[in-house]
């Protein structure tokens, strides 16, 4: 029997992987999270014991699995803001943090929450109804968020005889679909999450499915957040200067690595000023190093006296991002004040937050179709536009596509601090469907 002690070992070496859920009221998502939290052994025998005696309240026979998760649902339904409902649970070959997010279009800002660190997302479909639009809504949300891994969970096959023709049509439809997106990676796994089919143990009921069950998939799947091969980018949180008499001299600028790696010695450039220098040295934990990676937190030492601040950036001379004062984005508008052309706002990006004015807002998507609304004047909650905004100062971005964490950005009104809106620069999508608009990245309004 393994021991806490061997088990902490274990999960120690083990890898991370964040996934989002989504999916309609009825299509069964509360009950996928239960099964899966259940079949996996991470649920605790007092929690399965609330379960057992709430079920056997309403008389049936089987624990109901979705009460493992209806609490949030019932806090929803009395009109309580609910971001999103985080779940963490492992097991021995990897650690998981699950993202449930609602799926209705009313919360899609909740949704642009959760999945927004997801490196997959599992989008439920009830089998008997194929693909919906609130199915094509979650798949567009995804391929926004640049998700690289979704997963297509064909729900309720119990319901329809386990019929592999059924699954088949339904998984042919969504793939064509995501892919026409962007979506890199696709996978179809046919399921009932009331029976266990295909969620932990395989199907006894689909002998025609050769595939992985969905937590096999979640163990598998690679894990594409290694920061480490990306752009490297260290946005600059304090300034440590002691003036100490052991450390008179000592200038150490402090933060967390967004991504890349840096080496003592290395040529680096230091935005929006652009002056350079040299790395000459990085203090981890009190201890120098030669080398840091993401997403460790360090202090960047240089070779040269030169001025930098909080919300600065340091970036390989070779390899920096452009700087700019006009920021063209995609934006999910989550406040329920609207955003209006001429509104002033902050922008937070990385460490750095800077006042801005919205110059303008070429379009409003409608993620049911992809349907391009222009000149919409104003974004309310929830709605997912484009936006040109000029910064009183410039601003080092990446594009989203390039780097989640320094392509993305905050609106926040600079009265009360609310946030307004989160931002994606760059394009919207890698691609469009091949009966819409092609993408134009130097246009303003384009999906």
Known sequence: MTTPIQLAEQLSTTTLLRFATAGSVDDGKSTLV???????????????EAVEDASRKRGQEAPDLALLTDGLRAEREQGITIDVAYRYFATTRRRFILA?????????????????????????????????????????????????????????????????????????????YAASLGVPEITAIPISALAGDNVVEPSANMDWYGGPTVLEHLETVPVSHDLTACHARFPVQYVIRPQTAEHPDYRGYAGQIAAGVF?????????????????AGIDLLGTSVDIAWAPQSVTVRLAD???????????????????????????????????????????????????????????????DDLSQHPAPGQLVANDIGRVVVRTAEPLALDAYADSRRTG????????????????????????????????????????
């Open 100 to 176: 449930d997010t609602p799926g209705h279009v009313q919360y899609t800002r909740n949704m642009v929450t959760g999945a927004s660190t997801a490196e997959l997302a599992v989008v439920l479909v009830d089998a008997r109804n194929g693909v919906v639009e609130q199915t094509r809504r979650h798949a567009a949300v995804a391929a926004l968020l640049r998700v690289p891994h979704v997963v297509l969970a064909v729900n309720k096959m119990d319901l329809v005889d386990y019929a592999e023709p059924v699954f088949a049509a339904i998984a042919e439809e969504f793939t064509a």
């Open 263 to 279: 080496r003592v010695g290395e040529p680096v450039t230091v935005l929006p000023s652009g002056r350079t220098s040299t790395i």
């Open 305 to 367: 006296d030169i001025d930098v601040s909080r919300g600065d950036l340091i970036a390989p001379a070779d390899d920096a991002p452009a700087v700019t004062q006009d920021v063209e984005a995609t934006v999910c508008h989550v406040a329920d004040q609207p955003l209006t052309v001429g509104q002033r706002v902050l922008i937070k990006h990385t460490t750095r937050t800077v006042k801005a004015i919205v110059k303008d807002i070429p379009s409003r998507l409608t993620l």
């Open 408 to 447: 993305s950005f905050l609106l926040i009104d600079p009265a009360d601090g609310t946030t307004l809106s989160a931002g994606m620069a760059g394009a919207s999508f890698a691609a469009v469907p091949e009966t819409g608009t092609p993408v134009d990245d130097d246009a303003e309004w384009n999906f």
């Open 34 to 48: 239960g099964r899966l939290l259940h079949d996996s052994k991470s649920v605790l025998t007092d929690q399965l």
